[in-house]
Structure formats: C-alpha cells, structure tokens
C-alpha cells in the first residue's frame, strides 16, 4: 500500500531513518497527532487506487516513532477512515491509534536495548514508521536468559518466538485456547522443549482424551487402567471416601465409620507384619512389610492413622464392618455398616477398579508404584501419560488428587534431586472456580503446588478451553500464559484482568487470531507477544491433533472389543 504524508521536511526524515540503502525506501507512515501518555494517535493517508500489501496498516502489527537516539515501540489496536467517503482516485486520510510498549535506546557506544515504559514522550509531529527487523528482534530478546525457540513472531517469521524454559516452569504456565486452535501441539512441543533443557525433569501428564502417549513415543511411558498401579491404601481417607460413595458427600457418620475401619485395618496389618518378622526375622529381611518412613502407632494413638500411606487389606476391613455390626453396645447405624459393607464389596468386586485392588497387597511400599509413575529411573523416558479416560468418571478427581500430592511429596523429599511436571489437560475439571462443583482434596493439593512447588522444584501447567471456568487462584499463579484463540467474551475477560496494562490492547483481537497463534505474555518472555507455534512433525503430534489433520482413519473396532471395554473387562 502506498502511504502519503504531506510535510515539508518528509523526504529529509525518511533519509534521516533510513539508516542503510537495503531498507524499504517508504517506511514513513505517518506523523503523531495525539499522545494520552501510554496511546498515541498516529496520521497518515492511502491511495484510494493502491492494492493492498505486506506492509499495509493491520491491527497487531509493530511501529516505532522516531525520537532520535529513542525510538518508541507502539502497538497497533485500532484504526479508522477520518471521512466517511472513500476516494478511489486521491488520497484518504486515516488515523491509527497505537499502544505504547516501551522503547529501543542506543547506547553512546553504539549498541541498542529495549526497555519496557516510557521515558521520553513523542511531541506532536513526531515521525511513525514501520519497525526495523533487528529492533522487532530486540523487543523480544530475552537478553542474558536461556531461551529456546517455539515459533516465530506473527509480523515476521524470519525472528524466531523464544521462550525461557527454567522462568516459565519455575513459576508455572498456562495454554489457553478453545477446542480445535492448537492447544494439544503447543503443549506437545512446550515438553519436548522442556524435557531437552531440564535432563532431571520428570513430567506427568493428566490426559483425559487419551491423546498425548502419540505425541511422546519416544520419550514417554502410557499408563492406564489395564497397566496401572494405585493400591487403594495410598489414598488419604477424604479420596477414598470420594471413591466409596461415588463422588457424593459422606454423611458424618459414613465418615466417622470408614476412618476407624481404615485406621483398624491397616493397625491389623502392622499386628500380623510384626508377628511375621518375630517368626521368621531373616525372611522378612529380605522382604520389607513396610515403608521405612511411613508413621507407626504409638503408645500414646494405639492404632496407625487412616491417612497414612501403609498397606492394609481390604478383607480385613470387612472384617471389622462385621465386628461393628455384632457389637452389644453400637456405636454406629447397623444400616449405615451394612451400607459401606456392600459399597466396599462392590468396589472390590468391579473390574473397572482392579488398578486400585486387583494387585494392591501384592504391592507392600510406596516405591514401585512411585517408581513407575514418576518414571525412577527415566531409561530415557521421563514423561508419563496418566490416561484418565480408561477410569470410571466417578474416581477421576480422587486419582488426580492422588497424583498432584504424590508429586508434590516427592520434590519436596528429593530436595532438589528431582523436579515434577504435572500437566493438568482440562484443568478446569479439577479445580473449577465454584468449589461446589470441584472435589475439595485435588483443588487443595494443586493448589499446594500453585503456591508452594517452585521452593521443591514442582511446577503447574495448566490447559484448559474455558479460563472462565477455572479457579482465577490457579490461574493467577501461572505467571506465563500462552492465550490462544478465545471467543468467548468472559474468558477473554480472564485473560485481560492477568495481561499487564501496558499491552492490554493486545487481547482486543485475541478471538480472531488464527490456528496455532498465541499471545505469549509474562515471566518465560521477554514481553508481550504475538507468535505462531513450530509445526511439529506428524509422529510428534497428539492422537487428537493428528485426527484434525487428516490422518489416515483408524480401522472400525469389533462390537464385542467395545462392548468390553464399556464394561471395563479389556
């Protein structure tokens, strides 16, 4: 597009900005006619007959205004025709408003930085023009920090999108996007990026489209329910009664009743380890009834704890119902310990469940099941896919508050010697903003990793489609956001309440940004930016963006292989 500017000295300024012959020679746009202190009103007019090019005005793109030995760095929000009527033969007026970012300063000894604010303001008058490549390259330089490429800037895919792994784990990251804009990739080639800078990461992911053990094949164990171990007696009292009674409230009686059944059973337990390592002390040497850190009973408690993470037998536990339910003096409803006999004989008994019971007195610490979840040692695999779509919906917060604690707990004992991703895809399931609708416990321990992980090196990642619906706690301590394509307005507004003020403008055209796009913003970046993820190979891409690609179809399963796998029986 051919630009007009009338002004006396306008080639004189164009010679002066124009620092070598290689430049567009028209990189004038137009004169500042308006300054508020952090938005400037820039002038300028078009050929009414001109085509429409590269360099033609466009909302989101980058000017600079030339001060001298400053140049300020504005973004283009707005703009509009300063009469109604269009002149296709002569030239039409036109205004820009733009948003103040910050400012490129030269140095008395030649070299360039930016800086963020504004030190010296434009007069009216003041040249606009289009920004320099190396000054575009300047405003995004992460300076003295590691940064690892992602991408490419939208204005200019000859500078690449950077990002700095270590600030943008350290203090946890969101991607947040609506269905179909990229969000899987984005994530797939954030861990990759993640995985190769940080060798003592351990990454878990929360899957629950069972999409994400396609992007990883190379570096990642799939775990499901067929594969998975999670005995029932690694869960705190509050999970597993969120798994006894299917998600709905316990009664305080229900409660009361199943926290003296755990504590007894696993107490029984410890009685009858205790009696083996007396029989036979050499035998049970060589193998460990216990955790050598779990808690033990006391003299002063008498009876081990209904959260401490020691086994105990749930054939045992019935058993103790059945004591209850025979005692001379009840002490609880004979309806409500028949009740939770049979809600425990059920859960014993369904298949959808055997990851928590079918092996979990075959299993007598928390190290393997540790081990294996958290992928120690890695052999060169150190993501692990929790594929959360196998288990019964019913049980999903349970075991996702299971994990994040798991997680936590082991940075924290490593002290320093490992750090854990947790990944939550669909993080608004878990932790919601009404905490009516959330499971308290998973809600309490991300949470804890929200706030307190980045002293023990456990960091938050956190996917979702509907920002809105998620708890703005969570959200406001992931201090880098990648805000993909949004459109609806609340969840806009979320991202405009956590955006810095000085690129507040930027979210204007958030619902119109095309796929695989961000607006990168916070602590991992240098600032504010909008930039295109790398396009990953097709191998390296989840299950789900592969489907969005065209992959080839998959062959039509059997009706009796679903039919089983409805029942949980595969």
Not at 143 to 156: F, K, N, S
Not at 360 to 369: G, L, R, W
């Amino acid at each position: 597009m051919q630009l007009a500017v009338k002004s006396n000295n306008f080639e004189q300024d164009i010679a002066q900005d124009r620092r070598d012959s290689s430049q567009v020679a028209e990189r004038a746009l137009g004169r500042v006619i308006s300054c508020d202190g952090s938005r400037a009103t820039i002038a300028s007019a078009v050929s009414g007959a001109s085509r429409l090019g590269p360099d033609a005005w466009t909302i989101g793109k980058l000017i600079s205004v030339n001060l001298g030995h400053t140049r300020l760095v504005g973004l283009v929000y707005q703009m509009r025709a300063v009469k109604s009527a269009w002149d296709e033969a002569g030239d039409n007026a036109i205004h820009i408003d733009v948003e103040l970012l910050g400012e490129v300063v030269e140095a008395q000894g030649g070299g360039t930085r930016f800086q963020s604010g504004i030190s010296t303001y434009p007069p009216i008058g003041t040249l606009a023009h289009r920004i320099r490549a190396g000054d575009l390259a300047l405003v995004h330089d992460l300076g003295a920090r590691q940064g690892v490429t992602i991408g490419a800037l939208t204005q200019d895919a000859g500078i690449p999108a950077t990002v700095c792994i270590e600030d943008m784990l350290a203090r946890h990251f969101a991607i947040l996007g609506t269905t179909g804009v990229g969000k899987s990739s984005a994530v797939a080639l954030l861990l990759r990026r993640a995985i190769a800078v940080k060798p003592k990461l351990r990454v878990l992911i929360l899957d629950p489209h069972n999409e994400y053990a396609h992007a990883f094949p190379d570096k990642s164990v799939s775990m499901e329910a067929d594969t998975l171990d999670l005995p029932f007696w690694m869960f705190r009292l509050d999970e597993f009664a969120d798994v006894v009674f299917r998600g709905r409230p316990a009664m305080e009686d229900e409660t009361d009743i199943l926290r003296e059944v755990v504590a007894s059973a696993r107490s029984r337990y410890r009685a009858a380890a205790s009696h083996d390592l007396a029989r036979d002390l050499g035998a049970s040497l060589l193998k460990r009834p216990l955790d050598a850190n779990a808690p033990r009973p006391t003299a002063e408690t008498g009876a081990a704890s209904a959260d401490a993470p020691t086994p105990y037998r749930m054939k045992d536990a019935l058993a103790i119902i059945d004591e209850l339910i025979g005692l001379h003096e009840i002490r609880y409803p004979r309806g409500a310990l028949r009740s939770l006999r049979v809600r425990l004989e059920a859960l014993y008994g369904d298949p959808r469940y055997h990851f928590m019971f079918a092996r979990a007195n075959m299993i007598e610490t928390m190290a393997p099941v540790v081990g294996q979840i958290f992928r120690l040692p890695h052999h060169g695999r150190p993501i692990s896919v929790f594929q959360l779509a196998g288990l019964p919906s019913e049980v999903v917060n349970a075991v996702a508050s299971v994990l994040a604690r798991l997680a936590f707990d082991l940075a924290m004992a490593s002290q320093g010697g490992y750090e854990v991703l947790v990944l939550c895809e669909e993080a608004h399931r878990y932790v919601p903003s009404d905490p009516a609708l959330g499971f308290a416990p998973t809600r309490q321990a991300i949470a804890r990793i929200a706030k307190e992980g980045r002293k023990y090196g456990c960091y938050l990642g956190v996917v979702t489609q509907r920002p809105g619906e998620l708890d703005s706690t969570i959200l406001s301590q992931c201090s880098t956001i990648f805000a993909m394509r949004l459109a609806n307005e609340r969840d806009q507004q979320i991202i405009r309440s956590a955006i810095a003020d000085a690129s507040a403008s930027t979210i204007a055209f958030l619902s119109s940004i095309g796929n695989r796009e961000a607006i990168a913003f916070g602590e991992g970046v240098a600032t504010t930016m909008r930039m295109r993820f790398a396009e990953l190979q097709p191998h390296e891409l989840p299950e789900m963006a592969l489907a969005h690609g065209g992959a080839a179809p998959r062959g039509e399963p059997l009706l009796e292989e679903m039919i089983r796998r409805m029942r949980g029986t595969s």
